[in-house]
Structures are given as C-alpha cells and as structure tokens.
C-alpha cells in the first residue's frame, strides 16, 4: 500500500498570506498526485491534478509542484474563501488519501 | 453538466449489509470512465473504497476488499455499492465521484449520503 502523509496538520494563516502544505508518498508515485479542497458538510472539491494541473475555474493562487515522492500545495495569497481542509490523493498505485490539512484563518 | 446523486437507507444494523446508490444524470455512463466510492467517517478524513469502469472491471481497497462490492447499471445509469458485516466504524459521509479519464482527478462528486450503523 502507498501511504500518503501530510504536513501540518492544521495550519493559522492571515488574510494574503502565502501558505504552503506538503504530502509525501511512502513510494515514488511519479505525478499521480491531485489536491482536493473541502469546506464544512460539503463535498470536496478537485484543485489539482497530475501533481500540477490547475483544474478549470480554480483560481490561479493555487498551485502544485512536485514529482516521486514529495509534493506541495502553495496558496499565494490567502483569501476568507479558502478556509476548509485540503487532502493529497496518490493513484499510481491504486488511491489512497493524505489525512488532511485543516486551513484557518487567523 | 454531469451530476450525481447518491441515495440509500440512513440507518444500518451492525453484522447487516450496507447498500448504496449512485445515480448519473445530465451525462453518460457508457463511455470510457471509472466511477468512484470514498467514505468520511464524522470528523475524519476521506478513505478510497474502490471504483468500477464502464464495462464492470473494479478495483478495491486493500482494507475492504473482502466487504466491498461495486457493481454498475448503464441501463438505469447507477452504481452501486454493497459493504457486508458492518460495525459502527462503517459510520461515515459515502460519495460517489467520476473519475476524469485524462487527468485522474475525482470530480465531480455526489453531495454524500451519511449511514450510521447502529441497532
């Protein structure tokens, strides 16, 4: 199995602030890596996929970067509607999730 | 716009079956997709349950592979999803999502179903 690890856990940010969330595979995965956004009793939302790929209408202070084993979610500059937490999916190998990245606004 | 929609009982008997639908609307099922089931227990992450393509071929979770069971309808445009011997730790928020062909992304998804077992 291919465990998906993020970091932080929760993270406080300001309103502009850059913000930067990490997921590490347990194995190479290539780019076999999307980001999903989700916000209180909602469903989530897909940000990013093949590691780097914005998804259409997602604005572009989201970005990813990353291959193999270590990747990252950067919000350029923190807006109120980005609060929610953010989860990392692998599928090179089957999917698994990351635990979550809960986003508060300080 | 693909949408959709996820229905079944609310309530579940522990040991018992748990059954859920997924039905499509506004798009097709008889193409080259894979559909998805993840589940959210409250307050926790998303966990993967597995995914069944258009002409049956399915893929589980290791960790469920042996209650879990997808199977698809195109005739009436749903997917279903049987999880047998169910404890309280199946509690959790079920969604369905396509899975985008080109990409590998989960979008869109269904809005969740929550199923609580409990007698």
């Known amino acids: 199995d291919i465990h998906m690890t993020q970091s932080p856990s929760t993270l406080s940010a300001s309103v502009g602030d850059r913000v930067t969330i990490t997921c590490r595979a347990s194995?190479?995965?290539?780019?076999?890596l999307a980001w999903y956004q989700q916000k209180p009793g909602k469903a989530p939302k897909l940000l990013i996929s093949?590691?780097?790929l914005l998804e259409d209408g997602v604005p572009s202070r989201f970005s990813g970067t990353g291959s193999g084993t270590d990747f990252t979610l950067t919000i350029s500059s923190l807006q109120p509607d980005d609060l929610g937490t953010y989860y990392c999916?692998?599928?090179?190998?089957?999917?698994?999730f990351g635990q979550g990245t809960k986003v508060e606004i300080k | 716009q693909v949408q959709l929609q996820e229905s079944g009982p609310g309530l579940v008997q522990p040991s018992g079956t748990l059954s859920l639908k997924c039905t499509v609307s506004?798009?097709?099922?008889?193409?080259?997709?894979?559909w998805s089931w993840v589940r959210q227990p409250p307050g926790k992450g998303l966990e993967w349950i597995g995914e069944?393509?258009?002409?049956?071929?399915?893929n589980y979770s290791p960790s469920l592979k042996s209650r879990a069971a997808i199977s698809v309808s195109k005739a009436v445009k749903e997917i279903s999803l049987n999880l047998t011997s169910v404890t309280p730790a199946d509690t959790a928020v079920y969604y369905c999502?396509?899975?985008?062909?080109?990409?590998?992304?989960?979008?869109?998804w269904g809005q969740g179903i929550l199923v609580t077992v409990s007698s």
């Open positions: 999502a396509r899975i985008v062909g080109s990409t590998g992304g989960f979008d869109p």
């Open positions: 506004r798009g097709s099922i008889d193409k080259e997709y894979w």
């Open positions: 069944i393509n258009h002409i049956g071929r399915t």
């Open positions: 194995q190479n995965i290539n780019i076999w």
């Open positions: 093949k590691a780097s």
């Open positions: 999916q692998q599928y090179n190998n089957l999917r698994t």
